[in-house]
């Protein structure tokens, strides 16, 4: 029944709630950040699809703790999925009429969970790797009764093996770990369950921090790489929270935007882009010790290739993209090409995947926003 292995990154746990019932028109949706650990099931058998298909009866009352326990699955995963208690997806008392469906999405590994409860009992879980698989068709199996199961078909495609594209890497569709010019950043530096790097960012970012100490500032990453799949985590929770909201595609995509970025346009993505020390709450002006910091990175950063893209924003500069950040510095010896790059191959065709991107072209977001920074 259950390919038994399983290896998960987990850092988002998005949880997507349409409802069965008609009654219920709410969809919510919740992020739940936790540690970044790595689960691997005890059994011995390793399979070359990292891929586990769970089918399970829902009993009343079941919890998820306790389905997944059957299958050897690490029970601290299981509690922290189950311990989430969101209005709509209470796994430990999941709901009759319910459709339930869960990404645990990650820099490395997407995972999906499908649970479906109607008038026959229907239950699938579906742990898979969609940088490997060109698709992956959630998993729908139906158990008519205790023995008798019908497999629905499953389209999974594996990717050809082969060298990250240009084009991929600018979009960050690519995996993290397996770029080669990327390395793991040591926990020591940043705030981050787990954060990639460009091995030379991260270099000039450890000199640079270590002269900001001899003058007192204390620098750390809180953010660095974020490819496709998890900009689109964070993008999908935003956009679903403003969409039960009632705004509209348009509203809601330049409400994100002013923060966050599309997928497949984020800077993030490349390896050469940092957030420091802390966000718009923390450099609000209002607090000394963040000023202290923010003049020293005006002062110093570009000694060490480091530029604030996001400037101020005012009439002969910069007037265009995102609000002035002062804790995102990108690393321009490698940034800078890779922006003439994407101006070269990257076209609205090549931005889709997730919510609303069919607005993108008519919001102009490559000119607007990719090139929307105050760097030369
Ligand atoms: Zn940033």
Redesign the pocket.
């Known amino acids: 029944m259950s390919k038994n292995n399983i290896i998960i990154f987990s850092v988002l746990i998005i949880i997507f709630s349409a409802c069965g019932i008609p009654s219920d028109s709410d969809n919510s949706v919740e992020v739940v950040e936790i540690e970044s650990t790595q689960y691997v099931s005890e059994t011995e058998e390793k399979e070359e699809m990292d891929n586990i298909e769970i089918i399970s009866q829902i009993k009343s009352g079941e919890t998820l703790s306790a389905i997944l326990g059957k299958y050897n699955v690490s029970q601290k995963n299981i509690l922290i999925i189950a311990e989430q208690k969101e209005v709509d997806c209470d796994f430990n008392n999941m709901q009759i009429g319910k459709e339930y469906k869960i990404s645990l999405d990650a820099d490395s590994v997407i995972t999906s969970f499908h649970y479906q409860k109607n008038s026959t009992d229907v239950y699938s879980i579906i742990f898979s790797d969609t940088l490997k698989y060109k698709e992956t068709k959630t998993t729908i199996k139906k158990v008519i009764s205790d023995k008798v199961i019908i497999k629905e078909e499953v389209k999974m495609e594996e990717k050809v093996n082969k060298e990250i594209s240009k084009l991929d890497f600018l979009t960050g569709k690519f995996q993290l770990n397996k770029h080669p010019n990327f390395v793991l950043v040591d926990k020591k530096y940043h705030t981050k369950s787990e954060m990639y790097l460009q091995k030379e960012t991260l270099e000039d970012f450890i000199k640079m921090k270590e002269s900001a100490e001899k003058d007192g500032i204390q620098l750390i990453l809180v ?1 660095g790489t974020r490819n496709f799949y998890s900009q689109k985590s964070i993008w999908e929770r935003k956009y679903n929270k403003n969409k039960a909201k009632g705004l509209t595609d348009i509203e809601n995509i330049k409400k994100i935007m002013i923060w966050s970025s599309m997928p497949s346009t ?3 993505h490349w390896g050469t ?3 420091i020390n802390g ?1 718009d709450e923390y450099f609000d002006g209002k607090n000394e010790k963040a000023n202290n910091e923010y003049e020293w990175l005006v002062n110093n950063a570009s000694k060490f290739g480091f530029c604030q893209v ?1 400037s101020e924003k005012e009439e002969g500069k910069r007037q265009t993209g995102y609000n002035e ?1 002062k ?2 510095w990108s690393y321009m010896p490698l940034s800078s090409g890779y922006l003439e790059e994407y101006k070269e191959l990257i076209t609205y065709k090549d931005i889709n995947g997730f919510s609303a991107s069919e607005f993108a072209k008519e919001l102009d977001i490559i000119k607007e926003f990719v090139f929307g920074i105050g760097c030369d």
């Open positions: 953010s984020s800077r993030h882009d940092i957030d966000f996001y950040e804790w995102h």
